[in-house]
């Protein structure tokens, strides 16, 4: 039985030996008969995602909301030293 497997192992090793590494799919030049070509997307220019003033009000934000989950865990945390089931 071993020889068996052995030799179906080599007879697979053999085959993807010959298959060869993957090739890259074709690149057509041309579109098929009845497709339409995708719009391109025009590039915004120098326009920035948010404003100086956007960012800050997003930190700020972000900072009241880091401030109100400290405030819980410390809660949570008093409370459970209190009832002596500490294990955080």
Known sequence: ???????QYASIKAKRK???????????????????AKEKKAKKGSKPGMTEAQVKAESNAMEVIRR?????YASIKAKRKRAGDFHL
Not at 1 to 7: F, K, N
Not at 18 to 36: E, I, S, Y
Not at 68 to 72: D, F, G, H, L
Request: glycine share 6%.
């Open 1 to 7: 039985i071993r020889r068996r497997v052995q030799a």
């Open 18 to 36: 010959r298959a060869g590494a993957a090739v890259r799919p074709p690149m057509f030049k041309q579109l098929p008969r009845g497709a339409t």
């Open 68 to 72: 109100r989950v400290q405030a819980q």
